[in-house]
């Protein structure tokens, strides 16, 4: 319990310094959604526009798939996901195809960029008082994608060495003990690991900063 205790706190320490070190570029930022902790002033998040897609889910309980483009006082405007079925799957389909056969394409970002405008055409303006909240995954974050690596790394070690050593401890010493303590330190990287997977940003608890 100790060791799953003192493992708990190196990973969400590594989570908030990464966390922190991010805030610390906001006011450098442009062409990005800034939110500000209600209760917390000085604590900030960027979003940057245009960017990467988000999981946006209204009062309603609806959810839409969307990349965030631009905004006012009052709305998000936002290209929306849709490969409905139909012509339009089947022209979208057709889309994909010739952009992976384009020889012209040298950076996975470029293709990604691309990519997204043909899966999100939709253009859409959002109220914002429609919104309940957006869901970030932590992967598509520059700053977050180490802190995640360190987990991903983590887990993979302890199921690739941990496990076959914590069995042929307890084999060797005939007690449960080591491979408890293994099976414990997963299933506690695994639970961290979910937990720092997205960031959430309730409407309610987050304000817009209007530049």
């Not at 320490?13 to 939110?35: R, V």
């Not at 905004?71 to 936002?78: F, I, S």
Request: hydrophobic share 40%.
């Amino acid at each position: 319990m100790v060791r799953l205790t003192i493992l708990f706190f190196i990973f969400f320490h590594t989570f908030y310094s990464f966390e922190c070190s991010a805030q610390k570029e906001i006011e450098l930022s442009q062409d990005s959604l800034i939110f500000q902790l209600k209760n917390k002033k000085d604590k900030f998040f960027r979003l940057p526009l245009n960017d990467y897609s988000v999981i946006l889910k209204t009062n309603e309980g609806k959810k839409k798939r969307v990349i965030i483009t631009s905004y006012t006082d009052t709305t998000l405007l936002a290209r929306v996901y849709s490969y409905n079925k139909g012509e339009e799957r089947d022209r979208k389909r057709n889309d994909l195809a010739r952009l992976d056969s384009d020889t012209s394409i040298k950076f996975a970002h470029q293709y990604d960029s691309l990519a997204n405008l043909i899966l999100y055409s939709d253009v859409e303006t959002i109220p914002l008082r429609e919104i309940n909240k957006i869901k970030i995954s932590n992967r598509d974050r520059k700053e977050m994608k180490r802190a995640l690596s360190i987990t991903d790394w983590t887990a993979a070690s302890i199921l690739v060495v941990g496990f076959p050593s914590g069995l042929l401890l307890s084999s060797i010493t005939q007690s449960f003990g080591p491979y408890m303590i293994w099976n414990a330190l997963a299933i506690g990287i695994v639970t961290v690991g979910t937990i720092i997977e997205n960031k959430i940003i309730r409407f309610d608890k987050w304000d817009i900063v209007y530049q």
